[in-house]
């Protein structure tokens, strides 16, 4: 069986248990790379620009760690992901992706490189040109693409229910990969704890336990609930969004929306807002976040900014200093509102 | 109204003459210095890039200076320039500052033509008619004295004479009211230049193109004067991008800018599949046909975390060895130094001069296409 590479960075978090069950319903192997770790890192720093963002010196680093043991890597080109009116892009980097790989990194298998691009072309065109290039055609690539959808619509029902990423994966894809009822994996998240608190930012590093340095597990042993954006539905988003405008980087649009539906919402008791150190998208919405949307009502809004120099220390102290925070703004405000 | 922008190399000139011809009064900022980006990176996020960081100090002083219009163009960008007019402007408000933003793009045609309704007399679409001309006019005059100002200086005798010779010619054409004056101070202008004096028998002047994120190439404050420089080592420049490029090619009215973009995109398209929405195209294709046309190496000058071009530094080291020509990437940031940026670059001239003896100049290289 051909043995197809996926890196466990950047858009893995999204479309993971999609692609999965596509190529394995192409007759593929699916091999994953292993978790960040410090040398995964490191290597993925050091084939990289320095100045570039921390996501994309980690994608380096899992596509490193794949290279000798597959026949091929499957990277991802995510051009537009939304249709709807108006040009929508994702961040360039995310476009230019596999160009980058395939120019600065020397040795590697052939790459699969999967174009997403809603607004030219839907994702069944995408994916019948890569079962075409498996040589599967009719029925069964339709039977593969049909399978695969179902598993991503399985995957994102778990997301919403609060389910964390590598959860939800395994939970959609240890019944068969698509006609079970993952859902049964869903824990009530909240409970517990006596602060809520929302993170939000990129999947791929709120949820890559190395470089968050366990964020969200960290705000629970300090006794808060936490809510990832993964958890406000897109129609949530949308209408918030109605308020904010003008902005054509999708993932930063769910991050303004979700950042303005936690900001409004009088149950939550902190945001954090947390960034990539040198991502560009971010360097503009969490001044758009911080300046538009929030306001004298709003909840305590802070602002992580995490990179591969960031030490387990650093982040702890923050978090704490931010749990501190609302828990003493709390004692201070006698009357508190009721909810 | 009081109208002020950013600074973008020389183009104040065509701009204030735009603003100006529609009855508004203009206000131009002082051109910006290290101490300008100092004041704007103290405003500004941190890791935003740098040209935010000096648009913001420049329109912090043209409030000081008494604008109360700012003007910037904004809108649907891939890139973070869409967002710099909206999150700056909100930047100054914060700080205090009162004023009326005119974010050309986001605001729709409509609203900025009508804008000066109540400051342009007589006909409005006359009244544009007659801006659009004279910016037309100005933007080809400075563009003239740009090209004319790099091909001498390598060559001058007296070090600095052609910048002051092009100093002087800029205000020449930055002062003219009228088109038959602008047309006059352009002669004025060149003959200001013809009169520099030349050490004609020098060598050959090396030449290296200069390419990279756009405000990095043409906005001296950002680049440490980087035209000059080379052009007082001796060195020919070629910049791939010019003000004039920058100011017309949003406009599409220029059919030789369109078809150079057209190019560029195909050339880079086996290296750069889709649009990334920076320059990536014009510095991928750009390296490309500096080596096909035996240019001696490639300058790329981005800013700190500028993302198409982080895409086209990691892409360009393949360019160098595939097509064989030395590039030399500087990345800037408010913390670079002027003397850390001279002497890279004198290494780097020094290299192309070794390797300029070692092989006849203007060699054609064969490459794939
Ligand atoms: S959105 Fe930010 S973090 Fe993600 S790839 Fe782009 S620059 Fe990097
Ligand atoms: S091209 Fe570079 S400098 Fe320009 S807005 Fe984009 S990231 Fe900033």
């Known amino acids: ?48 620009v320095d100045d570039i963002c921390v996501p994309v010196k980690l994608f380096y680093g899992h596509v490193l760690d794949l290279v000798d043991k597959v026949d091929y890597l499957f990277i991802s080109r995510l051009v537009s992901v939304e249709k709807g009116e108006g040009d929508t892009y994702t961040c360039p980097k995310l476009i230019g992706l596999p160009d980058m790989i395939k120019s600065s990194l ?54 919403l229910n609060g389910v964390p990423p590598e959860e939800a994966i395994e939970a959609v894809l240890s019944n068969g990969g698509g006609n079970g009822s993952g859902s049964r994996a869903g824990p009530e998240r909240t409970g517990g704890g006596d602060l809520n608190i929302a993170l939000v930012g990129h999947e791929y590093l709120v949820f890559d336990p190395f470089i968050s340095n366990n964020l969200p597990r960290k705000l629970e042993r300090l006794g808060a609930n936490v809510s990832f954006i993964t958890q406000v539905p897109s129609a949530v988003v949308e209408e918030e969004l109605a308020r904010y405008p003008g902005i054509s980087w999708s993932y930063e649009k769910e991050l303004l929306g979700a950042a303005s539906h936690f900001l409004s919402r009088d ?33 305590p809004l802070m602002t992580l900014v995490l990179d591969e120099h960031t030490g387990e220390a650093g982040v702890a102290t923050r978090v704490e200093a931010f749990v501190d925070l609302i828990r003493r703004s709390r004692t201070r405000t006698t009357a508190p509102d009721p909810n | 109204m009081k109208v002020s922008f950013p600074h973008m190399g020389n183009a104040y000139i065509a701009l204030s003459s735009l603003l100006s011809n529609l009855g508004a009064e203009v206000i131009v900022p002082p051109r910006p210095t290290r101490k300008t980006i100092d004041i704007g990176a103290l405003h500004a996020p941190e890791f935003v890039c740098l040209p935010f960081k000096v648009n913001l100090g420049d329109n912090l002083r043209s409030l000081q200076m008494g604008a109360d219009t700012l003007a910037m163009v904004s809108g649907m960008w891939a890139c973070r320039f869409g967002y710099y007019g909206r999150v700056q402007h909100q930047i100054l408000r914060d700080a205090g500052f009162e004023f009326d933003s005119i974010l050309l793009g986001r605001d729709g045609i409509g609203y900025v033509y009508n804008k000066f309704r109540p400051t342009v007399e007589g006909n409005l679409t006359l009244g544009w008619f007659r801006a659009f001309r004279h910016f037309k006019r100005k933007a080809e005059a400075v563009d003239k004295l740009e090209i004319k100002s790099r091909q001498i ?136 046909n500096a080596a096909r046309s035996g240019y001696d190496g490639v300058l790329h000058l981005y800013p700190f975390t500028c993302m198409p071009e982080n895409i086209c530094r990691t892409i360009l080291p393949r360019i160098e060895s595939e097509f064989d020509i030395p590039v030399l990437n500087l990345c800037l940031d408010e913390h670079a130094s002027p003397t850390g940026v001279a002497t890279r670059l004198e290494a780097f001239v020094d290299l192309l001069r070794q390797r300029r003896r070692k092989r006849p100049p203007a060699r054609i290289m064969k490459a794939r296409s």
């Open chain 1, 1 to 48: 069986m051909v043995k197809v590479g996926i890196p466990r960075a950047l858009s893995y978090y999204r479309y993971f248990p999609f692609w999965k069950s596509l190529l394995e319903g192409l007759g593929a192997e699916v091999v994953v790379s292993r978790h960040t770790g410090k040398h995964l890192l490191e290597d993925g720093v050091r084939h990289c």
């Open chain 1, 106 to 159: 020397s040795g590697l298998p052939p790459i699969i490189d999967f174009v997403v691009d809603v607004q030219n072309m839907p994702l069944k065109s995408s994916a019948k040109r890569l079962a075409g290039s498996f040589g599967v055609t009719g029925a069964r690539a339709k039977r593969a693409l049909g399978g695969a959808l179902e598993v991503e619509r399985l995957y994102q029902a778990e997301l």
């Open chain 1, 267 to 299: 149950d939550i008791d902190g945001v954090m807002l947390v960034i990539g150190f040198a991502c560009g998208p971010d360097s503009i919405i969490s001044e758009i976040i911080t300046r538009e949307v929030r306001t004298e009502k709003s909840p």
């Open chain 2, 153 to 288: 200086r390598p060559f001058e005798g007296r070090r600095g004479s052609t910048s002051r010779a092009l100093t002087e010619g800029l205000s020449l054409i930055h002062e003219a009211p009228s088109l038959e004056q602008i047309d006059a101070a352009l002669s004025g202008a060149l003959g200001l230049l013809e009169d520099v004096e030349l050490d004609r028998d020098r060598e050959e002047p090396l030449r290296i193109a200069v390419l990279g994120e756009i405000y990095a190439v043409l906005e001296p404050s950002l680049n440490f004067d980087i035209e000059r420089r080379l052009g007082e080592m001796g060195v020919m420049s070629y910049p791939v991008m010019s003000v004039y490029k920058w100011l017309f090619r949003p406009l599409k009215t220029d059919p030789r800018i369109t078809i150079d973009e057209y190019r560029a995109r195909r050339i880079a398209k086996p290296y750069i599949a889709y649009v990334l929405g920076g320059e990536e195209h014009q510095t991928i294709a750009g390296t490309i």
